[in-house]
């Protein structure tokens, strides 16, 4: 069956970066864009950006350019998301999910907790 | 400041039905279509609708999506006290080249 599953929680201090793996199984990986989204504590959803594992190719949303990298590992199905210079309100819960045509959402990873604190 | 716009919060009492609404613009509803997840307390998202009204294997018929213009809808008929969640729209923008998500709606079943 499909499974999303991502590195665990991370603490970091201010001006650090965040590293969150998302590793994959039950589907071909290369065939999915993989999608991050986050979401901070009592706050609603946020997208991040994509990557297409087949190409290597991004897009990132204008918010995050110049300090997010999302980055894929055909040879072991995983994708990776950096974000630099974290500050206070990257707080939040990071998810990465499955594009499915049509633009759906059809399987997510179980989230990952980075919290940022000095 | 979401790009989509639900309403804050809904409620209904078992058995009802509750809409709740999505307003997009000719970015992102308008020419794309909107999917509807559901998510409960400490949990991912869920996929509920895609493609505006389409259901994945597994949901029931109770919940529906439809959409007119630059506006979504999702309708949960029955309602039902696990249907206590909340519940995000979203949907492409090609203008932002980028999913765009709705703040959330909480849905109280009273």
């Known amino acids: 069956q499909v499974q999303m599953v991502q590195s665990g929680a991370e603490m970091k201090k201010p001006g650090a970066s965040l590293n969150v793996s998302c590793k994959t199984s039950g589907f071909p990986f290369t065939g999915y864009h993989i999608h991050w989204i986050r979401q901070a504590p009592g706050q609603g959803l946020e997208w991040l950006g994509r990557i297409s594992p087949n190409s290597g190719d991004t897009d990132y949303s204008q918010k995050f350019q110049g300090r997010i990298t999302m980055t894929r590992d055909t040879s072991i199905s995983t994708a990776y998301v950096e974000l630099t210079r974290l500050g206070f309100d990257d707080t939040a819960v990071y998810y990465c999910?499955?594009?499915?045509?049509?633009?759906?959402?059809?399987?997510w990873g179980q989230g990952t907790l980075v919290a940022v604190s000095s | 400041q979401s790009v989509l716009t639900q309403p804050p919060s809904a409620s209904g009492t078992p058995g009802q039905r509750v809409i709740i609404s999505c307003s997009g613009s000719d970015s992102n509803i308008g020419i794309n279509t909107a999917n509807w997840y559901q998510q409960l307390p400490g949990t991912a998202p869920k996929l509920l609708i895609y493609?505006?009204?389409q259901r994945p294997s597994g949901v029931p018929d109770r919940f529906s999506g439809s959409k007119s213009g630059t506006s979504a809808s999702l309708a949960i008929s029955g309602l039902q006290s696990e249907d206590e969640a909340d519940y995000y729209c979203a949907a492409w923008d090609d203008g932002l080249t980028g999913v765009v998500f709705g703040g959330g709606t909480k849905l109280t079943v009273i």
């Open positions: 999910t499955r594009d499915s045509p049509a633009g759906r959402f059809d399987h």
């Open positions: 493609r505006n009204n």
